[in-house]
């Protein structure tokens, strides 16, 4: 829970700072469209790697153990 609110903040700020800076033509459409893929990338791509390497244990499929 505390991870996810944590994620959603830094889009949240990521977001309204980037829209920010165009309205205010502080950068333009080309800067703003890179900034917002490099906040999202900056949530989904720790996401993936965290999976990768926590996933639940009751979430992988169960095998059998050969004696």
């Given at each position: 829970?505390?991870?996810t609110?944590?994620?959603?903040t830094?889009?949240?700020?990521?977001?309204?700072s980037?829209l920010?800076?165009?309205t205010?033509?502080?950068?333009?459409?080309?800067?703003?469209?890179?900034?917002?893929?490099?906040?999202?990338?900056?949530?989904v791509?720790?996401t993936?790697i965290a999976?990768?390497?926590y996933?639940?244990?009751?979430?992988?499929?169960?095998?059998k153990k050969?004696?």
């Amino acid at each position: 829970m505390y991870t996810t609110l944590l994620m959603s903040t830094g889009l949240t700020f990521g977001s309204i700072s980037a829209l920010f800076g165009l309205t205010h033509g502080i950068i333009d459409q080309t800067q703003y469209s890179l900034l917002i893929a490099a906040v999202i990338g900056s949530a989904v791509i720790p996401t993936i790697i965290a999976n990768a390497f926590y996933l639940p244990k009751y979430l992988l499929p169960k095998t059998k153990k050969e004696d």
